[in-house]
């Protein structure tokens, strides 16, 4: 065997860890192919939070068999995790892991290629006590490089899976996180952000670093020139955690807020840890530390019982907020939740409308938040190019504005002074200085 190929659904946690397990296959000899080509191994890194997750898994593990009846088919991650029982009963997989041992996901491909026998050594979250250390030495991009810092979650939101497939909060030792970073400044990475399942909690099993204390030695580190965080939690804002955030001019003013919901009604069924009150108190001291913070949300509508008026409270707090931009899920009940077996499902029609109505408010809000920077400067690290023009550069602001720049020469990977000249849509455009 001398292909691999692999397939990933979900968060970026999910393709963080299939960079590690690519990385893995490349250090024995096998090259990386294109998840539709012929290949001697199948790897599908699975999503399950919601039943489409599921469903799609299935899907890609039927395809990859058409494409190389031979091959050997390895199923990893929360899909695997929450239902491996279901999985040994999928035709033609050779190995299931769940959200634990992927740094053994050669040798067991290998196995199951020698012995002809599937191998199942998924085991229960509950035994899952230590952070799994699988790095990534090469980077494939060369701009902007995630670093898994955390993994698991303790809040047991009653719509969400995720506990029951990633375990409790494990976290990563800090000397791992700051070698990696170190590497990636190293290899010419100008931006990392620091990701997991729930960052928020980062550092609460260790009892040694803080988030804010990760954040704060990271900022040291030379070569990086910005630190982004994914996702988090209100709760863990207040001014301590905003001192250290304003700190160093390498910390992006950009907060991933989760909300899920404005009504304090659907939060509580929702089994959130806050109130909308609460969160607004938060995006004060945000916007009081740092006035130009782009403060970016999830919003779930038609969540079980969710009225026309709990509805309309979301909607004017969103727009009282003023996100710079959101992300609208519409609710789908997933099979193991205590949300899947509540009462007054709200049908499809009214969440496709609700849905309708965020999307049309948060398009709004973004231009609006745009708009306020119209002839300014601001530093914008490329990323890439545009599909349609390969000399229009696309990259973000510290904020998280997205901005379209042409350039005559490459500038990917580059932090430019740029003029913001047109808002044009979610982007603007913009100008090198």
Known sequence: MNSVAFHTLGCKVNQYETEAM???FEKKGYGIVGEDDYSDIYVINTCTVTNLSDRKSRQFIRKSKKNNPAAIVAVVGCYSQVSPDEIETIEGVDVIIGTSERNRIVELCEEAARTKRRINIVRPVQTYKEFEKINIDEVKSRTRAFVKIQD??????????IPYARGPIRSREFSDIEEEVEKLAKAGFKEVVLTGIHVASYGKDLKKESLAEVIDKISLIEGID????????PTLIDEGFMEVMTKSPKICDHFHLSLQSGSDTVLERMNRKYTSGEYRDKVRLIREYLPEAGITTDIIVGFPGE?????????RFVEEIGFSRIHVFKYSPRKGTPAATMDNQVHGEVKNRRSELLIELGDRLSEEFNRRYLESKKDVLYEEHTKRDINIYEGYTSNYIRVKTPSPYDIMGEIRNTRLEASKGSAMEGALI
């Not at 009225?307 to 909607?315: G, H, Q, R, S, V």
């Open 307 to 315: 009225t026309e008026d709990e509805f309309m409270e979301t909607f």
């Open 226 to 233: 910005r630190i982004r965080l994914s996702s988090l939690e």
């Open 22 to 24: 690519e990385e893995m």
């Open 152 to 161: 698991g979650c303790n809040q047991f939101c009653s719509y969400c899976i």
